[in-house]
């Protein structure tokens, strides 16, 4: 995993929550956890995520600016930089 130029290994046999959040004015506001990445003896893991049409209709139209985290036991270990993502 790499955080503001830092590296850190995720550890092995771990369950990760991966988070999205909304990015408002420096300010991180939950909206859904949309997986759990298990990490395998190697520390290697794996996930997606699917949303359905019904899922992103309360956006429809909009612009919102999310990242994904990855949490464990309720601390951030991980988060993307903050992305505009537009739904048609």
């Known amino acids: 995993m ?11 046999s771990t369950d990760y929550g991966v ?11 939950d909206f859904t956890q949309t997986a759990v990445l298990n990490t395998d003896l190697r520390s290697n893991g794996h996930t997606s995520a699917r949303f359905s049409a019904a899922d992103v209709v309360p956006f429809s139209g909009g612009t919102v600016m999310i ?7 309720a601390a951030d270990l991980y988060a993307t930089p903050c992305t505009t993502v537009s739904i048609d």
């Open 2 to 12: 790499r955080r503001s130029g830092v590296t850190r290994a995720a550890a092995p």
């Open 67 to 73: 990242r994904w985290v990855l949490r464990l036991d």
């Open 19 to 29: 988070w999205i959040q909304f990015c408002e004015e420096g300010d991180f506001t």
